[in-house]
């Protein structure tokens, strides 16, 4: 009984450890932000063009996703088009389409990494760029502990045009360090997974760093730095794989508002960027 009480004690004083991971095509394979294009134009917020440029955009930033000239462009072109939308129409479209978009396409490796950290006792962290309207429910439905992802402004039920906190680079590490600040965490025994180059920083922040469906430029830091290589590729229905982990309710799912409008955001303003570069410059 010594010896047990004794483990216990050393288990309980122990530094907390996370896992945090980022989101789009680490633990889902595709943008969260980039996949409401159809459902916003039939919601009536963007025009036909805009849908045909979200579709082209969604083809580049699978292939080659976007550097930080672009991803910054990108911030400002999304505070523009996001300005003045309503708040609650964006809300209930996203509520009706969130469930069919982001369900089946859950990294099957991804969420036996989650479970095999949350076994170890460690907490799960999802630290994305996207809006926290949309990351929040799916950090929800993965059974996150939390989650820290882009905040836009909202005055009198609109969006202002103004991002509140703009989680992204070496914004991620000073979240993941503010993080483990409040939360206790140790985070030379941390882990965290991402697919980009611009999250160098974040993974620079932890102990143990991976590099999950890299892109060239972290797949060859990866290489230099010796740090792990993972390959997820078997998208699934995480409600089927996992039966015990239910969809939120809709006024949750209701909440990916901001998300959403970043998704077009970023799939209007990458196809421009990439197409008629002169306009931009």
Same mark, same amino acid.
Request: charged share 20%; hydrophobic share 45%; proline share 5%.
């Given at each position: 009984?010594?010896?047990?009480?004794?483990?216990?004690?050393?288990?309980?004083?122990?530094?907390?450890?996370?896992?945090?991971?980022? /989101?789009?095509?680490?633990?889902?394979?595709?943008?969260?932000?980039?996949?409401?294009?159809?459902?916003?134009?039939?919601?009536?917020?963007?025009?036909?063009?805009?849908?045909?440029?979200?579709?082209?955009?969604?083809?580049?930033?699978?292939?080659?996703?976007? *550097?930080?000239?672009?991803?910054?462009?990108?911030?400002? %072109?999304?505070?523009? /088009?996001?300005?003045?939308?309503?708040?609650?129409?964006?809300?209930?479209?996203?509520?009706?389409?969130?469930?069919? $978009?982001?369900?089946?396409?859950?990294?099957?490796?991804?969420?036996?990494?989650?479970?095999?950290?949350?076994?170890?006792?460690?907490?799960?962290?999802?630290?994305?760029?996207?809006?926290?309207?949309?990351?929040?429910?799916?950090?929800?439905?993965?059974?996150?502990?939390?989650?820290?992802?882009?905040?836009?402004?909202?005055?009198?039920?609109? %969006?202002?045009?103004?991002?509140?906190?703009?989680?992204?680079?070496?914004?991620?590490? *000073?979240?993941?360090?503010?993080?483990?600040?409040?939360?206790?965490?140790?985070?030379?025994?941390?882990?965290? %997974?991402? *697919?980009?180059?611009?999250?160098?920083?974040?993974?620079?922040?932890?102990?143990?760093? %991976?590099?999950?469906?890299?892109?060239?430029? $972290?797949?060859?830091?990866?290489?230099?730095? *010796?740090?792990?290589?993972?390959?997820?590729?078997?998208?699934?229905?995480?409600?089927?794989?996992?039966?015990?982990?239910?969809?939120?309710?809709?006024?949750? /799912?209701?909440?990916?508002?901001?998300?959403?409008?970043?998704?077009?955001?970023? $799939?209007?303003?990458?196809?421009?960027?990439?197409?008629?570069?002169? /306009?931009?410059?």
């Amino acid at each position: 009984m010594v010896v047990a009480y004794a483990r216990l004690v050393e288990n309980h004083l122990s530094p907390r450890t996370a896992a945090f991971f980022d /989101l789009d095509k680490t633990v889902i394979a595709k943008s969260s932000t980039l996949a409401f294009g159809r459902s916003f134009y039939q919601g009536g917020l963007i025009n036909r063009r805009a849908v045909l440029r979200t579709a082209y955009a969604q083809f580049v930033y699978l292939v080659g996703g976007a *550097d930080h000239d672009q991803m910054e462009g990108m911030r400002k %072109y999304l505070s523009e /088009l996001c300005r003045g939308w309503n708040v609650q129409q964006v809300r209930e479209i996203v509520a009706e389409t969130l469930h069919d $978009l982001i369900d089946p396409i859950i990294y099957d490796e991804a969420a036996s990494l989650i479970e095999e950290h949350h076994a170890a006792g460690r907490d799960v962290v999802i630290v994305s760029a996207s809006g926290s309207e949309v990351v929040e429910p799916i950090g929800e439905m993965l059974g996150a502990d939390h989650v820290v992802a882009t905040r836009m402004v909202v005055e009198d039920g609109a %969006y202002n045009g103004e991002i509140e906190h703009y989680v992204y680079g070496p914004a991620k590490a *000073d979240a993941i360090a503010e993080l483990a600040e409040s939360e206790g965490y140790d985070l030379e025994r941390s882990f965290a %997974y991402s *697919d980009s180059v611009t999250d160098i920083p974040m993974l620079e922040a932890v102990g143990h760093p %991976y590099a999950v469906n890299p892109d060239r430029a $972290l797949r060859k830091e990866a290489v230099s730095r *010796d740090w792990p290589v993972l390959t997820f590729s078997r998208p699934v229905r995480l409600n089927q794989r996992i039966p015990s982990l239910s969809m939120p309710p809709a006024p949750v /799912l209701a909440a990916a508002a901001v998300g959403a409008a970043v998704a077009t955001a970023g $799939l209007v303003w990458l196809a421009s960027r990439r197409r008629q570069p002169a /306009l931009l410059s």
